[in-house]
Structures are given as structure tokens and as C-alpha cells.
């Protein structure tokens, strides 16, 4: 009886593939790798990677801006009168577009207030402000 029992590393040695499976197996590895790698690998497209990119640099734009917008509110001779006016607003959309009319979001060298800075900037005063 034990003559006809093979062992497993016997039977895995004789084992033959057919070509049909090893493609289907190949595909399948394949597959895997690509949904391992873009799901928990942290891989990405070019064009996903030229957007967060752009994303990046634009947040990076307004982080070095923002502080222009607040020293040009600090040297407003009416500051404490504006800060006043500002901080009676309720609406935050109504208090970036106050931001907007006094000049402080306009860079220099700018002919219109950039909304994202005057946003920020409209958070540092009013937190500021507190």
C-alpha cells in the first residue's frame, strides 16, 4: 500500500503546465501587482502626479502670500476701524469679499485680489483678532 502513496515534492517535480495556465497565471500575477501597487503602494499616473503637483504649488503660491495680505492690512491707517467693520460681518464669504475691496488680498504688481489669499487671509486676521 505505501508503494503507490508519492510524496508531494514527487507529485510537485512531474507536475506539467500547460501553456494555456501559465499565461492565465502570468496575466493574474500581473494583474495583482498593478491593483497592489496603485491601491496600497502608493503608485500613481503621470497625470495624477502633474495634479497634486499643481495643487502642491499653488497651496505653496497662497502660504507665501498670505502674509503680504496681512502686513498690508497692518499698515492700514484705518486697521482698527476695518477690523471693527470686519469682524461685525457674519457671513465668511461677505468677510473675504470685505477683505477683497480694501486692497489687502491685491499683490503687488497685481490688478485684482486673488480669492484664495484673501480667504487665508481673512482666517489669519479674524484669528488673529480673538
Do not use: H, Y
Request: charged fraction near 15%.
Amino acid at each position: 500500500m505505501q508503494a503507490n502513496t508519492t510524496t508531494f515534492r514527487k507529485r510537485w517535480s512531474n507536475a506539467k503546465l500547460k501553456k494555456s495556465v501559465v499565461f492565465w497565471i502570468a496575466i493574474g500575477a500581473v494583474l495583482l501587482t498593478l491593483f497592489l501597487g496603485f491601491t496600497r503602494g502608493g503608485w500613481t499616473t503621470g497625470g495624477n502626479a502633474a495634479s497634486m503637483a499643481e495643487k502642491a504649488a499653488a497651496g505653496a503660491v497662497v502660504e507665501r502670500l498670505v502674509p503680504i495680505c496681512i502686513a498690508q492690512f497692518s499698515a492700514d491707517p484705518q486697521q482698527a476701524l476695518k477690523l471693527t467693520e470686519l469682524q461685525a460681518i457674519t457671513s465668511s464669504s461677505k468677510r473675504v469679499a470685505f477683505v477683497k475691496e480694501q486692497g489687502w488680498a491685491t499683490m503687488p504688481g497685481e490688478t485684482a485680489p486673488d480669492s484664495k489669499v484673501a480667504t487665508q487671509c481673512t482666517n489669519q486676521i479674524m484669528l488673529s483678532a480673538q
